[in-house]
C-alpha cells in the first residue's frame, strides 16, 4: 500500500520524577553518599527493565529540597542517556517547596498529551520544615498529581512516615522504609524497576519482603 | 445511501509479550426493516488492569448488544424525536444483562479471584466481588446511519473521526478533558448511561462520507494529535484510489504496525464509508495537491450527482445485458438437451437395444442439493435451480450437502460433526463456548455464529488461530480473531490440535417452516 495512514509513529512517554531531601540530617551516617550510590547502581537495572517494554519512552527528572527546592535534573531525559550527577546534603526539609514547583510544572502540561502517568519517588528521612500540607492539596489539584504513581521511601527512624503516608494517598501502597544503605538500593530498585517492567494501568508484581532490620544503621 | 463497513482489530505488542489476549472488540450490522436501512458500527476496548479480568468478554458483550440495541431503537423510532439519552440507557441496561447471563453461566473461578488478590490486594478483590461488572469493564464507541440521521455515542476513551468529501478530519464529540493517562468512564461504573458523550446529525445537514472509530491504542501511537488526525485524509485517498478491498485486506497489517511501532495497546479501527466513495476521486485528488480550500461543495455535488447518474445508466444497462444472456442462455440448454435426447435415442436404436435388459437408465446427481418446500422463490436462480437434469426435490435423500453459493431452505439446518465425538447444530446469533466443542477450557463465548448479508458465518471470539480448510481439498487459511469463516458444506475448522469440526447440511429433524433462509456463499 503506497500510503501509510496518519503521520509518525511514536512510543508513549513516561516521566520519572525523583524528589529528593537533602537536608542536612541526610549529611549524617552516610545518608546522602548511599542514596548517590543507589542512584547510581540503579540506573542500569532500570534501563535493562524498560528494554521489556519498547513502546514506551522513559524520561527521568529530579527535584532536590533542603532550603527551598529546585530540579536537580530539570530537563526530561530519557533513560538511556541519563547520567546522575551527585547530590549533596545541608540546611532545612522543605518538602512543601518540592510539592509547590512539581505541581506548577504539571499544571502546564496540556490535557490532550498520550504519555502515560508519571511516577514519583519521594526518598526522605525527616520531617518537613515548610507547609506541605497545602502545597501537597496543590499537587493533588492539578490532574497529573492526583493520577501520578506516588511512591515514598522513609530513610531511618526519624523520617515523618505520616506525611509520607498522606503523599502517596494509597493504603495498598505502603511506605517502604530503608534502615541501611543496602536496603535503601534494594527498595529504590524496586520502585524504579517495577514502573519500567509494567507502566500504569497494568498489574504491578508485588512488594519485595523486606530485608532483616537488625542491621540498622540509621 | 449505501454504506459499507471495513474493520479490524490487533492484539497489542505488548500484550503478546505479556500474553494478555486482545481485550477490544468490534461488530457491525446493516439491516433493512420497513423502510429504514441503516448501518450501525459499535467499537469496545476492555480495561487493562487486575480488576478487569473479563474485559475481553465485557468488550466482544459489548458491541453485540449495542449494534441489537441501536438497530432495535432506531428501527422503533417511526418519526419520533430520537432521544440518545434513552438510547445509552438501554445500550447499558443490556449490557448490564448479558454481563450477568454470563456470570450465571460461569461464576468467578478461585484462581481468577486468587490472582486478583494476589496482584492487587484484598480490596481489589473485594470491589470485584461486591459489583462483578467491574470485571468486565470496558469502553464504547457507536456510529450509527440512517437515511435521516447519523448519530455518534461514546463511552471512555477512544476516537470517533468524520472525515469530509475533501478530506476535512474533525471530531464530532468533544474530548473528555477528565480522561487524562489512562483514565476512563467505562460501562462497569454505576449509571455509566451518565456518562455517555452524545451528537446526532440530520442527513439533510450534510454527511461525512467516512466515520472512523478507533480504540485510544491507535491515537497513542502517534507522536501528536496532528499526526493521528492525518489517518482521516489518508484512509479516504486509499478507499478512493485503492477501494475498499485491498484496504480491508491491508488494514491489520497497518494496525500491526502502529502497535509496535506505537503505544503496544490493542487496536481497533472500523470505518464506515459511503459506497459512492470513487465519485469525487478527482475532487480529493485535486485537494491533496494543494488546492483543498478552492474545491467548492457545489463542485463535489456535481461530480457525485453525475457519477451516480452515470452508474444508473450503466447499471439499467447491465441489467438489460442480463436479461437478454439469460434468455440465450435457456436456448442454448433446450437446444444442447434436445440434441442430446436425440443422439441417445439414435445411440439406442442402432447399438444399446440388445444390451439393456429392461433396467431404466438413471442419471446420476452432480451436485445433489436439497430443493425447499414451501417456498417457491428460493432455489430460483442459483445454478441448478431449473436445471432439467438435477434430480427432483427430495431424491438426494436425507444427508444433501447444498453447494457453494446456493441457496438453503428453511427446513435444512447447518451443523459440525466435533473429531471428538459429538456435533453441533449452528443457528443464527447461537453463542459457542469451549464447553460445546469438547475443549478443556472455560471461555464464553468462544465463537459466535451470524448471518451476514444472508450468509451463515462462524466469528471467532477467541485468540486461538483457527486453521480453515475450505471444501473440495481448498487452500488452508488462518482465521484470528474477530475473523468470520463462512459455513459451506465441507469446511473443516482446526480449532486447535486434535479438535477439529466439519460443517455439513441436512435436513431438519423436524419440519419447521417459519425460520428464514441462509445462503451458502463466499464471504464478501
Request: a negative charge; hydrophobic letters at 40%; charged letters at 25%.
Amino acid at each position: 500500500m503506497a500510503v501509510r495512514p496518519g503521520g509518525e509513529y511514536a512510543g508513549r512517554p513516561l516521566n520519572i520524577i525523583w524528589m529528593l531531601d537533602c537536608s542536612g540530617s541526610m549529611a549524617e551516617g552516610g545518608k546522602i553518599e548511599a542514596l548517590n550510590n543507589a542512584i547510581r547502581e540503579v540506573i542500569p537495572a532500570m534501563r535493562k527493565a524498560a528494554e521489556g517494554n519498547p513502546e514506551v519512552q522513559f524520561y527521568v527528572r529530579a527535584i532536590r529540597f533542603s532550603s527551598g527546592a529546585s530540579w536537580h535534573v530539570a530537563t526530561p531525559t530519557l533513560l538511556s542517556e541519563f547520567k546522575w550527577v551527585d547530590l549533596k546534603a545541608e540546611g532545612e526539609t522543605d518538602m512543601g517547596q518540592a510539592f509547590a514547583l512539581l505541581a506548577e510544572d504539571f499544571r502546564n502540561i496540556p490535557s490532550d498529551t498520550r504519555a502515560l502517568p508519571p511516577q514519583i519517588v519521594l526518598i526522605s528521612d525527616g520531617k518537613p520544615t515548610d507547609d506541605w500540607k497545602g502545597a501537597l492539596q496543590a499537587l493533588f489539584d492539578v490532574p497529573w498529581g492526583k493520577r501520578a504513581v506516588r511512591q515514598a521511601i522513609a530513610i531511618g527512624q526519624d523520617a515523618d512516615h505520616e506525611t509520607l503516608k498522606k503523599f502517596i494517598d494509597n493504603i495498598e501502597r505502603p511506605v517502604l522504609r530503608a534502615d541501611n544503605a543496602e536496603q535503601l538500593v534494594r527498595y529504590f530498585r524496586y520502585v524504579s524497576t517495577a514502573v519500567a517492567v509494567a507502566p500504569p494501568g497494568k498489574e504491578t508484581p508485588p512488594v519485595p519482603v523486606a530485608a532483616s532490620i537488625d542491621e540498622s544503621a540509621w | 445511501m449505501n454504506w459499507r463497513v471495513i474493520n479490524a482489530s490487533v492484539r497489542g505488542s505488548a500484550h503478546q509479550r505479556s500474553g494478555l489476549p486482545n481485550q477490544d472488540a468490534v461488530d457491525y450490522g446493516s439491516s433493512q426493516r420497513g423502510d429504514a436501512p441503516m448501518t450501525v458500527l459499535a467499537v469496545s476496548d476492555g480495561h487493562g488492569g487486575g480488576r478487569h479480568f473479563r474485559s475481553q468478554v465485557g468488550s466482544t458483550l459489548a458491541v453485540h448488544v449495542t449494534v441489537k440495541a441501536v438497530q432495535d431503537y432506531l428501527a422503533g423510532l417511526a418519526g419520533a424525536e430520537c432521544d440518545l439519552s434513552q438510547l445509552s440507557q438501554q445500550i447499558v441496561d443490556a449490557w448490564v444483562t448479558a454481563v450477568k447471563s454470563d456470570l450465571a453461566h460461569n461464576p468467578f473461578s478461585e484462581a481468577e479471584l486468587g490472582a486478583l488478590e494476589e496482584a492487587e490486594g484484598e480490596r481489589s478483590k473485594e470491589s470485584v466481588v461486591e459489583r462483578p461488572e467491574l470485571a468486565y469493564g470496558a469502553t464504547l464507541l457507536v456510529a450509527a446511519v440512517t437515511d435521516e440521521r447519523i448519530i455518534y455515542l461514546q463511552l471512555g476513551d477512544g476516537d470517533i473521526l468524520t472525515v469530509a468529501a475533501d478530506g476535512t478530519t474533525a471530531r464530532p464529540i468533544a474530548a473528555d478533558e477528565r480522561l487524562v493517562g489512562n483514565q476512563t468512564t467505562s460501562l462497569c461504573q454505576p449509571e455509566a448511561w451518565r456518562e455517555f458523550r452524545v451528537t446526532e446529525t440530520a442527513t439533510s445537514a450534510g454527511l461525512p462520507v467516512l466515520v472512523l472509530l478507533s480504540t485510544d491504542g491507535y491515537v497513542n501511537s502517534f507522536r501528536s494529535q496532528e499526526d493521528f488526525l492525518q489517518i482521516g485524509q489518508d484512509y479516504l485517498q486509499i478507499l478512493r484510489e485503492q477501494g475498499s478491498e485491498v484496504l480491508s485486506d491491508e488494514l491489520p497489517k497497518i494496525l500491526a504496525e502502529a502497535t509496535q511501532q506505537g503505544s503496544g495497546d490493542d487496536i481497533t479501527l472500523g470505518l464506515l464509508h459511503m459506497q459512492v466513495l470513487p465519485a469525487a476521486q478527482v475532487a480529493v485528488n485535486g485537494a491533496s495537491a494543494g488546492s483543498k480550500s478552492k474545491i467548492s461543495k457545489s463542485v463535489i455535488i456535481r461530480e457525485l450527482t453525475q457519477e451516480r447518474s452515470t452508474q444508473e445508466k450503466k447499471l439499467t444497462e447491465l441489467e438489460t445485458h442480463y436479461a437478454g444472456a439469460q434468455k440465450h442462455v435457456l436456448q442454448l440448454r433446450l437446444a444442447v438437451a434436445a440434441a442430446v435426447l436425440v443422439a441417445i435415442a439414435l445411440l439406442t436404436q442402432q447399438y444399446w437395444r440388445p444390451w439393456i435388459s429392461g433396467k431404466p437408465v438413471k442419471t446420476p446427481p452432480t451436485e445433489p442439493m436439497k430443493r425447499p418446500k414451501g417456498n417457491p422463490d428460493v432455489g430460483k436462480g442459483g445454478p441448478a435451480g431449473g436445471d432439467p437434469l438435477t434430480p427432483p426435490p427430495g431424491s438426494g435423500g436425507p444427508d444433501v450437502k447444498p453447494a457453494t453459493g446456493v441457496p438453503v431452505a428453511a427446513d435444512i439446518e447447518c451443523v459440525m460433526t466435533l473429531s471428538g465425538g459429538g456435533e453441533l447444530v449452528l443457528t443464527d446469533k447461537k453463542p459457542v463456548s469451549t464447553t460445546d466443542l469438547g475443549l478443556d477450557d472455560k471461555k464464553q463465548p468462544y465463537a459466535l455464529v451470524k448471518v451476514l448479508s444472508g450468509t451463515l458465518f462462524l466469528k471467532n471470539l477467541s485468540d486461538d488461530k483457527w486453521t480453515v480448510t475450505p471444501p473440495k481439498g481448498g487452500k488452508p487459511s488462518t482465521n484470528v480473531k474477530m475473523d468470520n469463516v463462512p459455513l459451506r458444506a465441507g469446511t473443516i475448522i482446526k480449532f486447535r490440535d486434535g479438535a477439529l469440526g466439519t460443517v455439513a447440511y441436512r435436513s431438519k429433524p423436524s419440519k419447521d417452516d417459519a425460520g428464514g433462509t441462509v445462503t451458502i456463499a463466499p464471504t464478501e
